[in-house]
């Protein structure tokens, strides 16, 4: 596991290193060989690598870690962008299993964020998160974003509109049985995702609209 972590490490920060050391022994098996098919399977490989070795050391990381808590300690805006957006390199401090802490680094591009999406979103800096790695090599970790605070924020936030969009439906024309149930729908969905959270406001709320079913 720990060769595993290392590996995927170097390939999602060093792409190109990594993309280089490929070729050149894929063209050293050509000579040898005699068969153009090695280069170009190398540079299938690097391109492959480049666009999904993150998220495959994301998902590697999440199934097989440790559970731990990091704290990004400082973040660099770098001159380089990424969909008109700055990208940043981060220093980072992870606890160990002993409860020591050690030291890494990531930026923008090579972070190791799970649930696996689209976007690219990072605690902010001196905020505590939770985080996952394979014991042995402690600086390469995946932040469990979902668990972070940033994480529960931004869904709670995502839970709220889609429940407001029900409740104004439901409150604009309050006899139409099909917003009704929309918005029984959306609180049960609501709570449901949020039981951490203090949910008696909208318990109380669903409890009420289910008497006028």
Do not use: W
């Amino acid at each position: 596991m720990v060769f595993l972590s290392r590996l995927l490490y170097f390939i999602s920060h060093h792409g190109f290193l990594f993309a280089l050391c490929l070729m050149v022994i894929a063209i050293l098996l050509a000579f040898k060989f005699g068969k153009i098919a090695f280069p170009i399977a190398a540079f299938i490989l690097s391109i492959i690598g480049a666009f999904t070795t993150q998220y495959l050391n994301a998902a590697f990381l999440n199934a097989f870690g440790t559970r731990t808590t990091a704290v990004i300690t400082k973040a660099t805006e770098t001159n380089s962008t990424l969909n008109d957006s700055p990208i940043f390199d981060y220093d980072f401090i992870v606890k160990k299993l002993d409860g020591s802490y050690t030291q890494g680094t990531f930026s923008t591009m090579t972070a190791a964020i799970y649930p696996i999406a689209n976007s690219i979103n990072i605690p902010q800096e001196g905020q505590e998160f939770p985080a996952k790695f394979i014991p042995g090599y402690e600086k390469n970790i995946v932040i469990l974003y979902d668990e972070s605070e940033d994480g529960k924020h931004a869904k709670l936030s995502e839970g709220l509109s889609d429940l407001n969009k029900a409740r104004i439906q439901y409150e604009t024309s309050p006899n139409d049985h099909s917003f009704l149930q929309e918005y029984v729908n959306a609180l049960e969905k609501f709570i449901r995702e949020n039981k951490d959270q203090d949910m008696t406001e909208y318990e109380t709320k669903l409890a009420e609209l289910k008497k006028a079913l």
